[in-house]
């Protein structure tokens, strides 16, 4: 469904060009749940931003559905490590955003709305403001903002860094359980191996930059999984330790 074929993206700098990405074959197959990992400045939100619309290729096409991706596009959500809630909108009302910029109509939406935030955990906190809730909870109401429009393809930029451990594993946990349940196409970009082997069918392993693909990880893992103890530990341990020696070596 996203084909990314010899896709290279160069930046124009004060000092010169900078390689960001070189050469990305990469192909995401409908209702696959793609994680990508690499160091920090390896063009991993580049890549996410190139899918999203929101720059162009210096070289190689990206498609969707095999049209070449121009601009953003309505089905395709993008939610970032900062959730960006506007602070005078209610919890509900931020998630019923898009629906408004997109000047659908309300009434088919606030159903969907209120059971997205419930599914999250936010069952009495609907009518908040964000000055109310924690870090967690309005990375929430951003992760049901980004699905209240019913995207094809949801695009992740390390949406849990800025959380803390715990918080971290249950939005994992909850997303897990949203994507069994919904299926949408996802390219999530992650710092944390652990959050790899959680949630994806395959792990993307980019190098240093410039960013190129290094290898390409099944994870064979039956759902639902858990960081905790469970039946698959030592599937969950060896994938994790591969992703790891991926990662470190230079
Ligand atoms: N708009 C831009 N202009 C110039 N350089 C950029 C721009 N966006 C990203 N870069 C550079 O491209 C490289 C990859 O950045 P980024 O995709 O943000 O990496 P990551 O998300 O993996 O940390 C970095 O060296 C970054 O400084
Ligand atoms: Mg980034």
Redesign the pocket.
């Known amino acids: 469904m996203i084909n990314l074929d010899r896709v290279s993206r160069t930046?124009q700098?004060r000092t010169g060009d900078?390689e960001?990405l070189r050469d990305i074959d990469l192909e995401v197959e409908e209702h696959q749940f793609l994680a990508v990992v690499?160091r920090?400045?390896?063009?991993?939100?580049?890549?996410l931003r190139l899918v999203a619309g929101l720059l162009t290729p210096t070289a190689g096409t990206i498609t969707i559905d095999g049209t070449p991706v121009r601009q953003p596009r309505p089905e395709v959500a993008l939610m970032n490590q900062r959730p960006a809630l506007l602070p005078w909108r209610t919890a509900f009302g931020n998630v019923m955003l898009p629906v408004e910029i997109l000047r659908r109509p309300r009434a088919a939406y606030r159903a969907r709305a209120a059971e997205l935030l419930d599914s999250v955990g936010l069952a009495g906190f609907h009518q908040r403001r964000p000055h109310e809730l924690s870090g967690g909870m309005q990375q929430r109401v951003a992760l049901c903002r980004a699905l209240i429009q019913q995207p094809r393809i949801l695009l992740m930029d390390e949406p849990f860094s800025a959380l803390d451990a715990l918080t971290r594993e249950e939005l994992a946990t909850q997303l897990q359980a949203i994507h069994m349940a919904q299926s949408v196409t996802t390219v999530f970009?992650t710092h944390s191996i652990q959050e790899a082997v959680l949630l994806a069918d395959r792990v993307v392993v980019l190098s240093p930059?410039p960013?190129r693909v290094r290898q390409v990880l099944e994870v064979d893992i039956p759902r639902p999984r858990s960081f905790g103890h469970n039946a698959h530990l030592t599937d969950v341990a060896s994938c994790v330790a591969e992703l790891h020696d991926l990662l470190l070596r230079d």
């Open positions: 930046f700098t900078l960001a690499g920090s400045g390896c063009g991993k939100s580049t890549l970009v930059r960013g």
